[in-house]
Structures are given as structure tokens and as C-alpha cells.
């Protein structure tokens, strides 16, 4: 295993102790964050799907909050099966991409996880996946390190300020999360608030 394959099943471990509702949150808040992200990477590439992100994002907080899935829940994860970003259609902005998708996938697990039982633990990937490539590209000009310079390298990205802060932010969230009960719009927007490290890491400088 590799240093950010460390990282990712520490988080994993974490997100499988929280119960449905704050996870569905969690992912759901993630994929909030990386929204801006989302939302440029729309514009170059013409995508035509900002509504359904936020449609299938309003449906993962009602889950958090009542504990029942939306009428129309199975169709609007069908929609975000069939329409996930594609990188073929980002030539113009390849840093973009990534970001974009796993947004996208984070949403999807917010549904998946109450409708499919989806294990949350494995979806710990999606959320750090576009903060250890926005670090890997500003420390070494490439998006992934590379299996073969991996365990030279990518301890250099996992130590980066940027990468421990949005990680420190994922276990703040996480254990908020585990502290509260009969989640709320305002439980979401803390969450959003402590998960903001992930968006300034993506961000670039």
C-alpha cells in the first residue's frame, strides 16, 4: 500500500462508523464543496447537468434529515449513472476533470448508500482522490505520481500542508457527524463549512 492508500483507509475505517443519515450527509457535503469545481468544468465542456447534481444533492439532505428517500430517489440515481462526467469531453481543462467526476460520484454514493446499502467506507477515495492530485500537480507537475515513483514520492504529497488540512477537515466532519442527532439544514451547513479545506486544496494557487 502506498502513503495515500493509508490515508484513504483510515478515512474509510472512520465513515463506516457513522450511521446512514450522517453519512449520506457527509457525502452529500463533499460533493457540495467541490461544486464550484463542478459547475467551471460544466462551462468548458457544455455539460447540461448542473440540475441533476443539485437535484440528486436536495435528495441525499432529505435523507439525512427524515431518514426516507424521495419519491423519485431510483430515478435520479439512474441519471447519475448514465450521465457521470466524461473525460473525453475535457481536452480544454484536463485538471478539471476529476474533480468534476468525483464530485459527480460523491453525490451518487449519497443516494446509493441509503437505496443500495452502499458500503460508505467506499467512497473515502472520491473525496481525497481530487486533493492528492491537485497537490501531486503543483509539487511535481503531474496528476498522479505513478506506481513506480509512488513510495519516493507521494510521501512528499501526503506530507503537503494542503493534503493534511483536508484530511484534518474529513475527520472533523466525521466526528462532528458522530456527535449529532436529528440532522438539520444547519448540521449541513456546518458540515460544508468544516469540510472548506477540500475546496482550497483543488484550487490553485
Not at 6 to 16: C, G, H, I, K, V
Not at 124 to 141: C, D, K, N
Request: hydrophobic share 45%.
Amino acid at each position: 500500500m502506498t502513503a495515500f492508500d493509508d490515508l484513504t483507509t483510515e478515512l474509510a475505517t472512520d465513515l463506516n462508523k457513522l450511521d446512514q443519515a450522517a453519512s449520506v450527509l457527509f457525502f452529500a457535503a463533499v460533493a457540495s464543496v467541490f461544486l464550484p469545481s463542478y459547475r467551471a468544468w460544466a462551462e468548458v465542456s457544455e455539460s447540461q447537468g448542473g440540475l441533476l447534481l443539485e437535484e440528486a444533492l436536495e435528495a441525499g439532505r432529505h435523507y439525512a434529515f427524515f431518514g426516507s428517500v424521495v419519491e423519485n430517489g431510483n430515478v435520479i440515481l439512474s441519471q447519475l449513472e448514465a450521465n457521470t462526467p466524461d473525460a473525453s469531453e475535457s481536452a480544454e481543462d484536463a485538471a478539471l476533470i476529476t474533480i468534476a467526476q468525483d464530485c459527480w460520484i460523491c453525490a451518487d454514493i449519497a443516494l446509493r448508500i441509503p437505496l443500495e446499502g452502499y458500503l460508505p467506507g467506499d467512497g473515502a477515495w472520491y473525496v481525497l482522490e481530487p486533493v492528492f492530485q491537485a497537490v501531486s500537480r503543483r509539487l511535481f507537475g503531474v496528476d498522479d505520481v505513478g506506481s513506480e515513483d509512488a513510495e519516493l514520492l507521494e510521501p512528499g504529497v501526503v506530507s503537503d500542508l494542503r493534503l493534511r488540512q483536508a484530511v484534518a477537515a474529513c475527520r472533523e466532519a466525521v466526528s462532528t457527524l458522530k456527535a449529532s442527532r436529528h440532522l438539520t439544514d444547519r448540521d449541513a451547513a456546518r458540515i460544508a463549512r468544516i469540510l472548506l479545506p477540500l475546496r482550497s486544496a483543488v484550487q490553485p494557487e
